[in-house]
C-alpha cells in the first residue's frame, strides 16, 4: 500500500511540476501562447484539446501565478491571452493599455484545506483542527501559494486571517511558487497539509493522495477570475477567447470544480 502511495505521488509530482512551464509542442505555424493561472492546469488542457479536434488549431499553455504573468506582461512577454485568477491584475494592465478591453469574467475559484493520507490533521474546513493542531504542537509545515503574488495564497492568508489562526501559523508556513506547487507539498509528506484550489484536489491524481475540505466561500474575497487578449492577440488567441464562452466549455469548467459567472 505504502508503495503505491509512492508511485501515486511520485506521479503527481512529475504532473505539477511539468505544469509550472511546459508549452505544447510546435506543429506548423506557431501557435498563440496563453498565459493561465496555475489553477487552470487541467481544465484548461481539456478545453484547449477540445477546441484543437473541433478546429484544428492548437494554443501554447504556459502556467504559473498570475502575479508573475502580471509582471512578465508589464515587461513585454510575448503572450497573447492572459487567464488570470485575481481580476485585479487584469484590470491592472488594461489600465495600463496593454490589453485589447477590459476582458471578461470567466469563473469562480475556491479554496480548501487537504491534508495527505497519514497527516496528523483532520480535513475539517473550518479549520478547527488546524487551530488545536497549532496549540497542541501537532502542526510543524503547512503549505500555501506565495501571497505576494498568487491569488490563491493571498486568498489562504485571508481565510487563515479569519480562522484567527494566522500569526501562529506564519513560521511553519512553506510557500509555493503558485497554487500547483502548494499542492505538491500538501499531498507529497514534505507538510502536514496545506490550503490549496478545489480545481486541483478534483484531479484523480491529487485527490488520490489525501482529504479535501472547502473553506467558506464568505472566509475571503471572491476569487474573481477574468481573462482577456493583450495588444496584438492574433484570430486564433481571439477565437479561444470565444470559445471559452461556449456550454462545451463551460461544462468542463464546472467538472473541474469552477463556478461560472452568472450560474
Known sequence: MRAVCLIQRIVL??????????PAPARGAEPPTVAAASDLKFAIEEVAARFERETGQRMRLVFGS??????QIRQGAPFHLFMSADEDFVFR??????????????????????????????????????????RDGRLKKFAIANPEHA?????????LQHAGVWADIEPRLVL????????????????????????LAKVPQVSALGEFALIPESWHRKLAQRMVLLRGAPPAARAFY??????????????????????
Open 13 to 22: 509530482l512529475c504532473v505539477l511540476a511539468f505544469s509550472l512551464t511546459a
Open 66 to 71: 498570475s502575479g508573475n504573468f502580471f509582471s
Open 93 to 134: 494592465l488594461a489600465d495600463q493599455g496593454l490589453t485589447q478591453d477590459r476582458g471578461r469574467l470567466y469563473a469562480y475559484g475556491r479554496i480548501g484545506l487537504m491534508v495527505p493520507r497519514g497527516s496528523l490533521l483532520k480535513a475539517d474546513g473550518e479549520l478547527r483542527d488546524l487551530a488545536q493542531a497549532l
Open 151 to 159: 491569488p490563491y495564497g493571498a486568498r489562504a492568508k485571508e481565510a
Open 176 to 199: 509555493g511558487e503558485n497554487i500547483s506547487q502548494a499542492a505538491q507539498f500538501a499531498t507529497s509528506g514534505a507538510t502536514q497539509g496545506g490550503i490549496i484550489a478545489l480545481s
Open 242 to 263: 470565444d470559445y471559452l464562452a461556449t456550454p462545451a466549455a463551460q461544462d468542463i469548467m464546472r467538472r473541474h470544480g469552477f463556478a461560472m459567472p452568472g450560474a
